[in-house]
């Protein structure tokens, strides 16, 4: 595996640039040590956000309910939920329910309809549940992580701060992705080197997919099928 340094070492004739002017980056003061850190930003904001990367999936779990408090904190390395994200609850049978229109769960909140199944959304930065969890009830859910950085030591994070980081994610699709965008920030042809990224990126992502979790018992409700409202208005 690579280190940032090296990385950009392997990028720097593919960009024409001295690959001894890449013999350090992180804390250097050259434009092109300046750039390539920027455009190494770019690129693993972009890549983390891009997919699903397995090994970016965590499980957070809350257990610290009171029966009253609806909202909790995100974990500290959250990045964003899977596009297929679900919340279940050792007290309820199916998971709870996406609310993502923020009218919908207002019109829910205001009218505290009495939720059978649960429901939940993001706001604030927090993740909030209905009805609110009990306090021997546990909560668990998926989310991505954005800590894609793995020092040497210590835990990991969003992006390198020390030549000696190495990237969680294909290190092969952040030098693509470095290759194409330098160029294009220089206003050099890029076509070609955002079409290897792009086919590269496409079997990567195939690669990485793990089968379909094959549900054995009762029957659920299908995915993204929604409970019709109101349900049960408490007094």
């Not at 279940?88 to 993502?100: D, E």
């Not at 800590?147 to 210590?154: I, Q, Y």
């Amino acid at each position: 595996m690579s280190t940032f340094q090296e990385i950009c070492e392997q990028v720097a004739p593919k960009i024409g640039v001295d690959q001894t002017l890449f013999a350090s980056v992180i804390g250097g003061t050259a434009q092109e040590q300046i750039d390539i850190l920027e455009i190494a930003r770019d690129s693993v904001e972009a890549l983390t956000e891009a997919h699903d990367w397995q090994v970016l999936k965590s499980v957070a779990t809350i257990n610290t309910g009171d029966g009253a408090t609806e909202a909790f904190n995100l974990p500290s390395d959250y990045g964003r939920m899977p596009a297929t994200a679900n919340l279940r609850s050792s007290r309820l049978i199916g998971p709870y329910q996406h609310i993502v229109d923020e009218d919908e769960w207002l019109e829910i909140d205001i009218r505290d309809y009495e939720q059978v199944t649960g429901v939940w959304t993001l706001i604030g930065g927090q993740i909030n549940i209905k009805p609110a969890p009990e306090s021997t009830e546990t909560i668990k859910y998926y989310y991505q992580s954005n800590a894609v950085v793995d020092p040497v030591s210590g835990s990991n994070k969003a992006f390198f701060t020390v030549d000696t980081d190495t990237i969680r994610i294909p290190e092969r699709l952040l030098r693509l992705d470095m290759i194409w965008r330098w160029k294009a920030s220089k206003g050099t042809p890029y076509e070609e080197d955002l079409e290897n990224f792009n086919i590269a990126f496409e079997h990567r992502k195939a690669a990485d997919k793990g089968a379909r979790i094959i549900a054995v018992g009762r029957t659920r409700l299908p995915r993204g099928a929604k409970y019709a409202w109101p349900r049960t208005i408490s007094s």
